[in-house]
């Protein structure tokens, strides 16, 4: 195992320095504009949104898709170690590097923000919590596709084209998604209940994508990758062209983004007179009755001064 970490070390350092010296960067750049963002614990919260995907590819890259694209891990099958251990510990290497590195930027951050912001125990556990599960999410789901070889930049644009789709045409939200909740600038900003549903479900995620990454990697007896690592074929790439412009054509014909449907208040009291008001919830019906009233009211003496001849609805 320390034959490995130090075979690793020394192959990947100048890439990692590097890594590490540009999030220093990065670092430094949003600290300076944390005055404009109105705390430097936002400053935190960009870094985590824009470096750690950027990381993990990285990290992903080195340790995995550089590996297997250049049979270095042939030399690595003749270690005294199995399949299992070599992935493990290339797993938990990109994994603590990267953790570590995000530990130190919100170590930086606190430190600088500590006559700024009130930090309580209870509000650096909550971001420490959310940050590192959306740093363990984007390295998994990088390791996890690096492993499919001449297909993962296939799989990188499905998932791009699938999302975008999904946010434009199917009213679903990215930033509501589970794992990039956890990235949004209520990170910083919450500072008494964790979300602990978007939590779970992220870590969840990453716990399947870690059953598969070694699923994937094992299988086979490992010839399964080291096939996926070689080049595309002519007749591949024309599929997987096809394929592609294909789901893009699918995208494009879906209807457009349907309006919502109008809100509807249930067991609502309506006024007596116009313009029509529904109240919901106001306590024993008689008080709900006189409040739509008194807005009907209010509403039709608006009408009146504006000359509004149809009101909003």
Not at 74 to 85: C, D, G, I, K, N
Not at 111 to 130: D, E, N, Q, S
Not at 137 to 162: K, P, Q
Request: net charge positive; hydrophobic share 55%.
């Amino acid at each position: 195992m320390r034959a490995l970490l130090y075979k690793e070390w020394r192959e990947h350092r100048w890439v990692l320095l590097a890594m590490l010296l540009l999030l220093a960067l990065g670092q430094a750049v949003a600290l300076r504009a944390a005055g404009i963002m109105g705390s430097p614990m936002v400053a935190y919260q960009k870094i985590v949104a824009i470096m750690v995907p950027l990381m993990a590819l990285v990290l992903a890259n080195r340790l995995v898709v550089r590996e297997y694209m250049g049979r270095t891990q042939l030399f690595l099958e003749t270690l005294p170690v199995s399949r299992t251990q070599v992935l493990a510990v290339k797993w938990l290497l990109g994994c603590a590097l990267l953790l570590l590195a995000m530990g130190a930027c919100l170590g930086a951050t606190l430190l600088l923000a500590r006559h700024k912001v009130t930090l309580t125990p209870h509000y650096v556990a909550m971001v420490a919590i959310r940050s590192a599960s959306f740093a363990l999410f984007s390295y998994a789901l990088a390791f996890a596709i690096g492993l499919t070889g001449r297909y993962r930049y296939v799989i990188w644009s499905m998932l791009a084209v699938c999302t975008m789709a999904a946010n434009a045409v199917g009213q679903l939200a990215i930033q509501n998604w589970a794992p990039f909740y956890l990235a949004q600038e209520s990170m910083v900003y919450e500072r008494l209940v964790l979300p602990l549903s978007e939590v779970l479900v992220t870590c969840g995620i990453a716990a399947a994508l870690v059953v598969a990454t070694f699923a994937l990697a094992l299988s086979a007896e490992g010839s399964l990758v080291v096939a996926l690592s070689r080049r595309m074929r002519s007749r591949e790439k024309s599929a997987v062209t096809i394929s592609f412009l294909a789901v893009i054509m699918a995208f494009t014909v879906i209807e457009a983004r349907k309006p919502k449907p109008p809100y509807k208040l249930a067991h609502a009291v309506r006024s007596e007179g116009g313009p029509a008001v529904a109240v919901g919830d106001a306590g024993p019906e008689g008080v709900a009755q006189q409040l739509a009233n008194a807005i009907s009211i209010d509403l039709a003496r608006m009408q009146a001064f504006w000359a509004c001849t149809t009101l909003p609805h």
